[in-house]
């Protein structure tokens, strides 16, 4: 079975430039989540996904970030226009919403310059 | 404010012998507890979970205890191997279905 499949794996940018990064769960798994890890520190939540809905982005900073799940499925997190603080490791997790147990991707790590 | 907290940043062990992982939290709401390894460049993978209705969990070599009065929980593993050496986060929801809140995590180096 495949796993939570994430790209790109790093990306550089100059500040003020846009990204986004895409993630694929695993198959049958309802719940998507997207996660901040900064240098040191444990993932820190951004948005959930159930199905299509985003059920929780409270932590989302959402002038400058933006997510989407089409059909459910794939998602992709956007970041317009990025700062420096932007630069950590995004990684996206699925769930069956039954256990509690994520599985992650590998992570996108982003380096703004 | 940190929600859950693992206050030692490092733990070196020498193999075979027993590795203690600690982990502390804040919220009494929380009711359901994971523990997740991740080596370096890779994502987060599951290591072993326990419900408040318990205090110990035990997986293999894994054994997670809680101590719901004190908010404690820790992870031991036995006999500590040089593949254990990873990054470890505990991880605590309200449910098995609320968000994680991580912790900082715990580097755990394992000497042969």
């Known amino acids: 079975e495949a796993g939570v499949v994430q790209s790109p794996r790093y990306k550089i940018i100059e500040k003020k430039q846009p990204v986004a990064f895409w993630c694929n769960p695993i198959?049958?798994?309802?719940?998507l989540y997207w996660y901040l890890q900064n240098l040191g520190q444990g993932p820190e939540l951004l948005i959930r996904y159930e199905n299509e809905e985003a059920v929780d982005d409270s932590q989302l900073p959402k002038d400058r970030f933006s997510a989407e799940r089409l059909k459910g499925v794939d998602s992709t997190l956007k970041i317009q226009p990025a700062e420096l603080g932007d630069s950590a490791v995004y990684l996206c997790a699925s769930g069956q919403g039954r256990t509690g147990e994520l599985f992650f991707g590998e992570g996108s790590r982003l380096t703004v310059l | 404010d940190q929600q859950v907290k693992q206050n030692s940043p490092s733990l070196s062990v020498q193999e075979g012998r027993i590795s203690i992982l600690n982990c502390d939290y804040t919220n009494s709401m929380f009711d359901y507890f994971l523990w997740y390894k991740k080596y370096p460049a890779e994502g987060p993978t599951f290591l072993i979970s326990?419900?408040?209705?318990?205090d110990k969990n035990e997986d293999g070599r894994f054994t997670v205890f809680l101590n719901k009065s004190a908010k404690h929980l820790s992870l031991h593993i036995v006999p500590s191997q040089p593949g254990d050496s990873a990054v470890y986060f505990c991880?605590?929801?309200?449910?098995?279905?609320?968000?994680?809140?991580f912790g900082k995590g715990t580097k755990l180096s394992v000497k042969p």
């Open positions: 991880a605590a929801s309200r449910g098995s279905q609320g968000n994680l809140i």
């Open positions: 326990i419900s408040s209705i318990k």
């Open positions: 198959s049958g798994h309802n719940t």
